[in-house]
C-alpha cells in the first residue's frame, strides 16, 4: 500500500469542476492584476480570522516581507524569532537589512518558548515573530505582554496555522499583523504561490497596500520602495472555491490526528502536544522518535511518505553564520531538529492508510537493533 505525505490530487478531484470554472472566468474576464477575486478573498480571509482587514500578497515570504518593510525594519534594527521554522521567517529578517535574534523553542510545542524572549530584547529590538508551527499558536499572552511593555510589534507568521485558535482567538488577529501562506501543501492551499496578512491597525494596511505595489500612491508616485507582492487573481479565484472546505479539512486533520494519538499511546511514539489553550489545525502532525533516521528510510522503503521539520535549525544554516550562533546555542531547537518527524495526516487518508502507517511504524520500533 502507497501512502503519500499529502495527496493533492485526491482533493483536487472533490472541486475540479469548480475550479476550471472560476479559472476560466477569470480568464475571459482578462482582469489579470488585482480585481474582484482578490477583493472577495480579501474580505472573506479578514473575516474567517476575525480581523478588519487583509492584504493578498505573492507567497506566504512576501507577507513577511511586506510586513517587516511596512512596519519599517531594517538595518540596525533586531527582529527576535525561532530557530525552528522554515527559512522564510528568517530569510526576510535579514532581507530587510535587521538582525534576527533567536529565542529557543519549548520541546512540547516547538514554538518560541516566550520565557526565553524577554532576554533578547536590547534597544535595538523592533518586533517579535512568533512562528505558529505545524498548526499550533505560540503562546501569544505572554508575547504580547514583553511586546506591549517593549513597544514592539508582534509579526505572526501564521503561515501553517490559518483559522487555527489560541484561548478563542484565531491566529493573525492577536499581534500587529498575521502573515498567511498558500503554498499549495498548506490547508487552504492555491494552485500554485500565494499569501495574505491581515490585521487590525488601518494605518499600517494602507502602507501594506501600497507597498505590494512598489510603493506607489497614486500610480508612478512612490512613496517608498515597495515590491511587487500582489495575489495573482487565479490563484484567488482558486482559493475562493476552496475556503468553504478549509474548516472540514481541518476538522479531517484533527481526526486523524486524534486516531494516531490513540494507537501511539503508551508505545515510544511521542505523539503531539496540543495546548489546552490552542485548537491546532494539523498542517503538520509531528511525532519524536529514537532511531528517527532509519524510521524514516523505513516508512519511505515501504511507500510511506514522510518528512523531517525541520533537520536543520535556522541559526546553524551556513547562510546565517555571520550571526556568530554555534551549535548548542539553542539545544532544544537542535534536538527537536534530529527527532522529529512528520507523518501523513491528510484530509482524505482513509483508516486503512493509517492503520498501515502505525503498524509499520510500531513494528520498526519492535524490533532488533
Ligand atoms: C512557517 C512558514 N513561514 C513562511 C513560509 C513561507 O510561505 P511561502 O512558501 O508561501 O512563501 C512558510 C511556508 O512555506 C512557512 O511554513
Not at 56 to 80: F, K, Q
Not at 158 to 168: L, P
Not at 272 to 291: M, T
Request: charged share 20%; hydrophobic share 40%.
Amino acid at each position: 500500500m502507497q501512502v503519500p505525505l499529502l495527496d493533492l490530487k485526491a482533493q483536487y478531484a472533490t472541486i475540479e469542476n469548480e475550479v476550471l470554472a472560476t479559472v476560466s472566468d477569470v480568464l475571459k474576464s482578462q482582469r489579470c492584476i488585482g480585481g474582484p477575486k482578490v477583493a472577495e478573498l480579501e474580505e472573506k480571509i479578514a473575516a474567517i480570522s476575525d480581523c478588519q482587514y487583509a492584504v493578498g500578497v505573492s507567497s506566504g515570504t512576501d507577507a513577511i516581507l511586506n510586513s517587516l518593510m511596512s512596519l519599517d525594519i531594517g538595518t540596525g534594527d533586531e527582529v527576535i524569532t525561532s530557530p525552528f521554522t522554515f527559512f522564510a521567517t528568517v530569510g526576510c529578517i535579514v532581507r530587510t537589512g535587521a538582525r534576527p535574534v533567536f529565542a529557543d523553542i519549548d520541546p512540547k510545542t516547538y514554538n518560541i518558548n516566550p520565557d526565553l524572549i524577554e532576554q533578547a530584547v536590547t534597544e535595538r529590538t523592533k518586533a517579535i515573530m512568533p512562528v505558529h508551527l505545524f498548526g499550533q499558536m505560540a503562546d501569544m499572552d505572554a508575547i504580547m505582554q514583553i511586546a506591549e511593555k517593549h513597544d514592539l510589534a508582534v509579526i505572526e507568521d501564521a503561515a501553517q496555522s490559518i483559522t487555527s485558535t489560541y484561548k478563542g482567538r484565531k491566529a493573525g488577529s492577536i499581534g500587529t499583523v498575521g502573515c498567511f501562506s498558500f503554498f499549495p501543501s498548506k490547508n487552504l492551499g492555491a494552485a500554485g504561490d500565494g499569501g495574505m496578512i491581515v490585521t487590525n491597525d488601518e494605518g499600517l494596511y494602507n502602507r501594506l497596500r501600497i507597498m505590494r505595489n512598489h510603493g506607489a500612491n497614486p500610480k508612478y508616485y512612490h512613496k517608498f520602495v515597495g515590491g511587487n507582492f500582489r495575489l495573482d487573481p487565479i490563484q484567488a479565484a482558486v482559493l475562493l472555491v476552496k475556503l468553504p472546505h478549509l474548516d472540514a479539512w481541518s476538522e479531517a486533520r484533527r481526526r486523524n490526528a486524534a486516531f494516531y494519538n490513540e494507537k501511539f499511546a503508551g508505545t515510544l511514539v511521542q505523539t503531539p502536544y496540543i495546548s489546552p489553550e490552542c485548537v491546532s489545525i494539523y498542517n503538520q502532525y509531528v511525532i519524536r522518535v529514537p532511531r528517527r533516521d532509519e524510521l524514516a528510510a523505513h516508512l519511505k522503503e515501504n511507500g510511506i511518505g514522510c518528512e523531517i521539520y525541520y533537520p536543520h535549525p535556522m541559526h546553524l544554516q551556513e547562510c546565517f553564520h555571520p550571526l556568530g550562533y554555534q551549535q548548542g546555542d539553542l539545544p532544544e531547537a537542535e534536538k527537536a531538529a534530529q527527532e522529529v518527524l512528520a507523518l501523513p495526516v491528510y484530509p482524505e487518508l482513509t483508516r486503512e492508510m493509517q492503520n498501515h502507517v502505525v503498524e509499520t511504524i510500531l513494528g520498526f520500533l519492535s524490533s532488533p537493533r
